[in-house]
C-alpha cells in the first residue's frame, strides 16, 4: 500500500482517467479505506469541474484559428 503523500499526487491523474489500470485500482482501494485522501480527491474533482466550467478562458480570433487550421492541413497528411 502506498502511503497517502504518494496517492496525493495520483489524485488529479485518477480524476483525469489517467492512471494505468492497476495503478487506478491500487487508488480507488486506498480511497475507500483513507477518509483524508477521499475528501482530497472530491476537493480536487470540485476543483477541476470549476475549472472546466470556465472554459475557454479566451476565444482566439478567427484570422488566427484560420491560420493555424491551414498550417495543421499543411503539415498532416491527407486522409484519402
Do not use: K
Not at 500500500?1 to 485518477?14: A, D, F, G, L
Not at 483513507?34 to 476565444?59: H, K, N, Q, W
Amino acid at each position: 500500500m502506498r502511503p497517502c503523500s504518494e496517492n496525493q499526487s495520483r489524485i488529479i491523474r485518477y480524476l483525469d482517467d489517467e492512471l494505468p489500470g492497476w495503478e487506478r485500482a491500487a487508488l480507488e482501494s486506498h480511497l475507500r479505506r483513507c477518509a483524508r485522501c477521499r475528501r482530497a480527491a472530491a476537493d480536487a474533482s470540485s476543483f477541476l469541474d470549476t475549472v472546466r466550467s470556465r472554459r475557454p478562458a479566451y476565444r482566439a480570433p478567427i484570422t488566427l484559428r484560420s491560420r493555424v487550421e491551414s498550417i495543421i492541413q499543411d503539415v498532416l497528411p491527407s486522409e484519402r
